[in-house]
């Protein structure tokens, strides 16, 4: 990953190159002490990212300290998200004010990261109108997906409410679950004020290259992710996630039973205090709604589960009532909880894992020490040379027949997927 990085950056040493960074998670699905985190993001910055896109998934700004104190010593830019969700806690109030706080915390730039697609033209006109007037100076970004499809009208309203910037994908890997196709927005704003004046023609030079990209990768397109889903409207659920739901409930023989999760994903939702459902708190409801729905509420619990109702995944948006704590933590709950920052109850790890890669026979690079601690098992066995690709370039486009059911499974720590489907019979043949 860190070569690709660097050869990415010097095929294109003129273009800022930006990466998500999940706060003190960095990349993985659970909190890292702030030696890890502050060695990653000096190590992306020194191997080609210049901008760094800082959220939480609880929107806890304690989690985003270090990650954008670390970034302005640098010299790169923070820019600093909230996830945006619907619920009574998440307010236009909440993201004002939480954005004020954001930039008072040095960010270069602010974004509204809207994972689900779910944020209306009514909704994102009033949060960044309200920050304009409010005396916010730093650019704003509006970062949505098209699942609900009402996304280019979204925008539309947000560039009368002042929006800076606005996030897009070239037309060939747009739509769906991904973004608004830039030619087509940059085609809708010519003669407006907001015209970003983009080379048309160029656009269109790049449309069919990344067509021809999108042809070379075909075995891995689902035809559903490019299909608008408003019900994502009502249910909050990410395309990623509402895959995992399905693929758990198949798992067990009880995809009939979606509906009821759907329904539960809901009560989880507001159970454990209205977190935004972007990863890895997206996983963590999620399947605690599946076992909820398969075993009854709260009659078996995830250690993930155990671990966000301590806090330790950062203050939930809202409250948790009494009775969800006492379920998932036991009558002694009070005992369990805690208020600080998560990782300040972290050991530092840089040289603990420096010393077990040395222990094992490897001389590691600092990218390579930073990649153990957050991949144990995978790094080892990349410098191993154990790791075989899935598939190199010069094998695409890839010819399959393979149809019919699909699956996730996992097996021997590695993630596959399968799809099984009648052979014709004996007599057949």
Known sequence: PWERLKRLKEAMPNTPMQMLERAMNIVAYRNFPDDIVIKFIELAHKNGCDYFRIFDAVNDLRNMEVPIKTVKRIGAHAQGCLCYTISPVHTVDYYVENFKKLEQMGCDSLCIKDMAGIISPKRAYEIIYRCKEEGIK???????????????????????????????????????????????????LQGTPYDPGYDMELLMECRKYFL????????????????????????????????????????????????????????VQRDFGWPPLVTPT??????????????????????????????????????????????????????????????DLLEPMYKKCKEELESKGFSPREEDIISYAIYPLQTEKLLRGEVKPEFTSDELPLITDLKGRRYLIRYAGEQYEVAIRKLMSQEKK
């Open 212 to 267: 021809q990209v999108w042809k070379k990768y075909a075995h891995l397109h689902r035809d559903e992710a490019r299909i608008a889903d408003p019900s994502v409207t009502m249910h909050q659920i990410p395309g990623g996630m509402m895959s995992n739901l399905i693929v758990q409930l198949e798992q067990q023989g009880a995809i009939d039973r979606l509906p009821e999760v759907l329904v539960e994903t809901a009560r």
């Open 138 to 188: 730093v650019p704003i970004d509006l970062h949505s997906h098209t699942t609900s499809g009402m996304t280019m009208m979204s925008y539309m309203k947000a560039c009368e409410a002042g929006v800076d910037i606005i996030d897009c994908a070239i037309s060939a890997i747009s739509w769906g679950t991904g973004h608004p196709p830039t030619e087509s927005v940059v085609a809708a």
């Open 282 to 343: 997206s996983q963590i409801v999620g399947t605690q709604a599946v076992l909820n729905v398969l075993f009854g509420r709260y009659k078996r619990v995830t250690k993930e589960t155990v671990d966000y109702i301590r806090g330790m995944y950062g203050k939930p948006p809202g409250k948790i009532p009494k009775e969800v704590y006492e379920a998932v933590l036991g009558k002694d709950w009070e005992d369990k909880v805690i208020t600080c920052r998560p990782a």
